[in-house]
């Protein structure tokens, strides 16, 4: 069987197929320097979730529950550190109207059951000192982890290295029944999975998947400047810093429908920058090390497309929009499973690639 794209999601559903007894073949001129190098790597459902969008929230908390087990089995098997943490995540409010949105959405998890706890600005600045002094309240979701994906890539190269998956560093260009055309020769296979993220669609026209781009910075400071993953609003605009253990502090990130532009843009640095200093003052001493942009493929309703095409043997995995990493495990054993004809580890019904083909939004 083939994989094309090798960022996290097709990675992880590689090494599964792997560990599953099928030969593989991983199609990616590449490996991993896609929206993957560019992700700050939260898995976050709790501080992520929307009014609107259950389905993935249930999805993300399942995929979660495995982030422990997909951690431990992955580094054993490649040898690498994946640099995991689950010290939670503190959202934090700027001003009154950001803490009365922070108030609603907490109100909002609880209906849930999702286990949030409010915090005043002292407490916020308790656990992370170098907060603002205006900074006027927060929610802590303790459940929620990260990883660095500039790890885990390289980890899921070893682990597939190891399990004698072969890497093809060509660019596709089509994907039909039984054939992967690239720009130069062919790869055949009984089946083949898109997992090319925000470019699925130009290997399977008609793909509902979109690119939105992000732009997000890298600063280096001490070790410990922030000890945990903080997520704030500051005058109803998201932002985020996700520390690292040798001390980078990944920012983002913007939202911008502009399709594949590549552009770094002032106004886009400016405005993480202009909030996060906002929130954390101190981030001006740091060295912005790095600026980049990254393209999340998004569908129609945040909702990620895994299963089988129109297209005999062929299935995709795309659409993960900002919770790629986050989903990598549950894709990669819900793939696995059709793959190897086994009972999926859930319901794929919310993620059916054809429920856009019926005219439906997912529910």
């Known amino acids: 069987m083939a994989v094309v794209g090798a960022g996290v999601v097709g990675l992880a559903i590689a090494w599964r197929a792997a560990l599953r007894g099928l030969r593989v073949a991983v199609v990616d001129p590449d490996p991993g320097r896609g929206a993957t190098y560019a992700s700050a790597g939260m898995l976050a459902p709790v501080s992520e979730v929307t009014f609107t969008e259950e389905p993935l929230l249930r999805l993300g908390l399942e995929s979660l529950a495995r982030w422990p087990s997909f951690r431990t089995e992955l580094e054993e098997a490649s040898g690498r550190t994946v640099d995991y943490r689950t010290d939670g995540t503190l959202e934090i409010a700027y001003d009154s109207d950001d803490l009365a949105q922070l108030d609603d ?6 209906t849930l059951g999702l286990r949030v706890e409010r915090l005043t600005g002292r407490e916020c600045r308790k656990r992370e000192p170098m907060l603002a002094p205006s900074v006027r309240g927060g929610l802590l979701a303790r459940d929620d982890a990260w990883v660095d994906p500039r790890l885990l890539a390289p980890a899921l190269c070893a682990a597939l290295a190891r399990a004698r998956a072969t890497f093809v560093p060509e660019p596709a260009v089509k994907v039909q029944s039984g054939l992967v055309r690239l720009a130069e020769g062919a790869v055949r296979a009984e089946q083949i999975v898109v997992a090319s993220g925000a470019r699925s669609a130009a290997l399977l026209p008609g793909l509902p998947v979109r690119p939105i781009k992000g732009q997000i910075l890298r600063l280096h400071g001490p070790r410990g400047f922030l000890s945990g993953c903080v997520r704030g ?4 605009v998201p932002v985020y810093l996700v520390p690292r253990e040798n001390g980078e502090i990944t920012l983002g990130a913007t939202m911008e429908e502009q399709g594949f532009d590549p552009r770094v843009t002032a106004g886009g640095v400016y405005q993480l920058l202009r909030d996060a200093r906002d929130l954390v003052p101190g981030i001006a001493e740091l060295e912005l090390a790095e600026t980049r942009t990254g393209f999340r493929p998004g569908t129609p309703d945040n909702l990620p497309l895994i299963g089988a095409t129109g297209l ?3 299935y995709v995995a795309t659409g993960h929009h900002r919770a790629g990493v986050l989903l990598s495990p549950i894709t990669a054993d819900a793939v696995a499973a059709l793959l190897t004809g086994a009972p999926p580890p859930l319901s794929l019904a ?5 429920r856009f083909d019926r005219g439906n939004r997912c529910e």
Not at 233 to 236: D, F, I, L, P, R
Not at 350 to 354: E, G, H, M
């Open 105 to 110: 959405l907490a109100g909002f998890e609880e």
């Open 233 to 236: 609003w500051v005058h109803g």
């Open 312 to 314: 005999p043997g062929v």
């Open 350 to 354: 919310a993620c059916d690639p054809a």
